[in-house]
């Protein structure tokens, strides 16, 4: 037998390799946070990859949140929701998310990935899911763990999806599912198409608005109002690690689909309950969303400052108008060397590979908040100028300066 742990051996040769060529951009510890900037090696650096879209998960209103459920329920739940784990700050949570979304009910989860998992206690073996081949890694490991059949359709390609459907003789029932706004290149699902294939051949649709929660669609009610059709999505999940300034997520459903998952989705039964400190930072965020919606028109502003500038250097910006503002880069080495040069340059952000996109996708993902101001943006600019030309990219590369 080959020994088990050959496999760590070579991922530490591999990291040491990307160390070597000043390339390794996984887990960088923040020492300290002040708003948009962090500490990193003991330097201050502008933060311009996080999730937090709306400036919320340091935003004073939302820490007191966590820090009143705190003291009112303690570190922990201590317990699976389904036994002593459920405390009433969850219900409020819950039946906030439902009434905003206009759906009968929610239940809420430690995490936005157990969130998804759950949806694999819906997938029974007569059952069969067709999933966006570009889904998060949470909406295929619940398509693994179910018992049915599993189609993947290319992303975005809903012909592709409707000839897998055509050709489906599943004896039990289907499943569509699909993200909202696709995390790392930015784009939307075609929600219009889908719902009319899910309505044809009698499939049922889950949408996974992680990202676009908070961000598009009237009042930030994600991909399902963009498009005015709340009504023909039947499951939306969500989290709170984006938009919301927290962690966990949500699943909201009609009322028996949602207790259904409640009862019997493993990741939510077998898992202690969202701790007090995510539930309350949550609950607090929804207010200040709600009361503020210039904050999500703050980050499109910045995100299309941030695009215009990026665009200016020459650089292949994807994605749609969103404050997701994904950098092209098409090759795993040059995308990491960028990132380091990038962080070299005071500014940190995400370098995303293979299992994160496919290869030959790598690319460099920029998020811009509601609480970067406009002199940041420029410096993120300015930063992508001097660290893409010595990479070998964007308009300055010929300019001479070696990688
Ligand atoms: N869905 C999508 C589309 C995501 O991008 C993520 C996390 N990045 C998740 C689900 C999981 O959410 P969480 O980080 O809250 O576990």
């Known amino acids: 037998m080959a020994d088990l742990f050959d496999k760590c051996a070579a991922s530490t040769e591999r990291a040491a390799g990307m160390r070597a060529t000043r390339s390794f951009p996984y887990g960088k510890p923040v020492e300290a946070r002040d708003g948009t900037v962090v500490t990193v090696d003991g330097r201050r650096v502008i933060m311009a990859g996080s999730n937090d ?5 340091t935003d004073a209103r939302v820490v007191a949140g966590a820090v009143a459920a705190t003291e009112k329920y303690g570190a922990s739940c201590t317990g699976a929701p389904i036994m002593t784990g459920t405390i009433a700050l969850h219900r409020e949570l819950e039946e906030r998310l439902a009434a905003f979304l206009g759906r009968e009910a929610a239940v809420v989860a430690t995490t936005g990935f157990q969130t998804n998992l759950a949806l694999a206690t819906l ?25 049915a059949r599993h189609h993947r359709y290319r992303h975005g390609d809903t012909a592709h999806l409707e000839r897998l459907l055509a050709g489906s003789d599943a004896r039990g029932g289907g499943l569509i599912v699909t993200d909202g706004l696709f995390s790392m ?27 676009d929660i908070g961000l598009l669609g009237p009042g930030g009610r994600g991909v399902p109002a963009m498009f005015g059709l709340e009504s023909r999505v039947d499951i939306v999940t969500g989290t709170f690690s984006k938009c919301l300034g927290s962690t966990g997520g949500f699943i909201a459903a009609e009322r028996g689909v949602v207790d259904f998952f409640r009862h019997h989705a493993r990741s939510i039964v077998f898992s202690a309950g969202l701790p007090p400190a995510s539930t309350g930072a949550a609950l607090a965020a929804l207010d200040v969303m709600e009361a503020e919606p210039e904050r999500r028109e703050r980050a499109f502003a910045l995100a299309s400052r941030m695009r215009d500038g990026l665009r200016g250097l020459d650089l292949a ?36 590979s293979s299992p994160g996109v496919p290869v030959g996708r790598e690319l460099v993902r920029v998020c811009v908040t509601a609480g970067h101001s406009e002199a940041q943006v420029d410096r993120v600019v300015d930063a992508f100028a001097r660290a893409a030309a010595r990479v070998g990219l964007g308009a300055e590369a010929g300019a001479g300066a070696g990688a």
């Open 53 to 57: 879209y709306l400036g919320l998960a």
């Open 185 to 211: 290149e930015g784009d939307v699902c075609d929600l219009p198409t889908l719902v009319d294939l899910a309505g044809r051949y009698h499939a049922r649709l889950a949408v996974d608005c992680a990202h």
């Open 317 to 352: 910006v994807g994605g749609g108008d969103t404050p997701i503002v994904p950098v092209h880069v098409g090759d795993d080495f040059v995308c990491r060397r960028l990132w380091w040069e990038l962080l070299g340059e005071g500014v940190f952000v995400n370098a995303v």
């Open 123 to 147: 997938l029974g073996r007569d059952d069969v899911v067709f999933a966006d081949a570009a889904n998060h890694a949470s909406l295929v490991d619940a398509a693994r763990l179910g018992f």
